[in-house]
């Protein structure tokens, strides 16, 4: 499982040439925004 994840995590870095972008992106994808969890 962690294998996929740094897979899933360098597949978005070399996609990526804003670090914010990136940055932004990330937290997205696992559910945070602006660092917290999402209330849902």
């Known amino acids: 499982m962690r294998s996929l994840a740094e897979h899933i995590c360098i597949d978005i870095m070399l996609g990526h040439q ?3 972008q ?3 992106d990330v937290w997205s994808a696992v559910g945070f925004q602006n ?3 999402y209330e849902s």
């Open 18 to 20: 804003n670090p914010q």
């Open 22 to 24: 990136l940055t932004n």
């Open 35 to 37: 660092h917290t969890f």
